[in-house]
């Protein structure tokens, strides 16, 4: 394969599952334009149909879904594909969520409504394989990496 084509053959798998449809849409196009080759999914079922047919290398996850909670949606999509790194969103995150998502494994948890640029520097930070950055102290600035 020339080397001008090879990024086409690897281009970082992103999945997003967010029954936000503007939000969903937002990421796609952000995501698209980075470089990366998108799975979407507005519900934990088509999610996790996405991660049994699919290898996906990185999943950006709502916590709050009509059908399900992402975090159980992310340890499922982790028990089919061991190493799957996920970023979990919530727009009513409690140090008790953040806790729970993080003790299944996320690799970050932010909460919404969130600006674009860090959410771009996690995807990229969990695609290339690096440790989590450690989550902000309750009360302090949210995070922007």
């Given at each position: ?5 090879q990024t ?13 449809d503007a939000?969903r ?5 952000v995501?698209s ?6 799975f979407?999914?507005d519900s934990?079922r088509?999610?996790?149909e996405?991660v049994?047919?699919?290898c996906i290398d990185?999943s950006?996850?709502?916590v709050?879904?009509?059908d399900s909670?992402?975090i159980g ?9 061991p190493g799957?790194r996920?970023?979990l969103?919530s727009?009513?995150g409690t140090?008790a969520l ?6 299944a494994?996320?690799?970050f948890f932010?909460?919404k409504?969130f600006?674009l ?6 995807v ?7 440790s989590?950055?450690e989550?902000?102290?309750p ?7």
């Amino acid at each position: 394969v020339p080397p001008e084509n090879q990024t086409m053959l690897t281009l970082p798998r992103l999945l997003i599952l967010d029954d936000d449809d503007a939000l969903r849409e937002t990421l796609i196009e952000v995501f698209s334009r980075e470089g990366y080759s998108i799975f979407q999914a507005d519900s934990a079922r088509r999610a996790l149909e996405i991660v049994r047919t699919s290898c996906i290398d990185c999943s950006i996850l709502d916590v709050h879904l009509p059908d399900s909670c992402g975090i159980g949606v992310f340890r499922e999509a982790v028990q089919l594909q061991p190493g799957l790194r996920g970023i979990l969103t919530s727009a009513a995150g409690t140090p008790a969520l953040r806790g729970a998502a993080m003790e299944a494994g996320a690799f970050f948890f932010l909460d919404k409504p969130f600006r674009l640029e860090p959410i771009l520097g996690l995807v990229a930070r969990a695609v290339r394989g690096e440790s989590r950055p450690e989550l902000p102290a309750p009360g302090s600035p949210p995070w922007i990496g």
